[in-house]
């Protein structure tokens, strides 16, 4: 099938089929015109693609674990898709503990600003009284 066809049949954009093979993430022949051809198993590879980038795993990762992801929904459970999951989501976590920090750092800056201006405005409200 061609590019237009596989990007109708998964959802996918041409553009992101392109990539995904730039990537080394999908496989396309070319016909005698130079037009990219797929096989149908290309339907499923790309739902594979889709499903794994959509967990945040960059290309790279994606591209390792393609081959335990073979025969059915999830991975195979070997020692190397165990591996790069368990990474993943070690790496969440630190990114979560991250963004918790920045979320209280930016808390302690927008109480001292609220409290400012309840200052602020009692101060204004003194000074209207004294004038």
Do not use: H, K, W
Not at 10 to 38: F, I, M, V
Not at 104 to 128: G, N
Request: aromatic share 4%; hydrophobic share 40%.
């Amino acid at each position: 099938m061609r590019i237009g066809e596989l990007a109708r049949r998964t959802g996918a954009s041409a553009r992101s089929l392109r990539y995904y093979e730039q990537r080394g993430l999908l496989r396309a022949g070319r016909d005698p015109n130079g037009y990219r051809s797929y096989d149908t198993e290309s339907v499923e590879t790309v739902a594979r693609i889709r499903d794994l980038l959509a967990t945040g795993l960059n290309t790279d990762a994606v591209r390792a674990l393609l081959p335990c992801a073979q025969g059915g929904p999830g991975l195979t459970p070997c020692a190397f898709s165990c591996g790069v999951v368990e990474q993943q989501m070690a790496q969440l976590d630190a990114e979560m503990d991250q963004l918790r920090q920045r979320r209280a750092a930016l808390d302690a800056y927008a109480q001292i600003m609220r409290e400012r201006r309840v200052q602020d405005r009692a101060l204004a409200v003194m000074a209207l009284r004294s004038a």
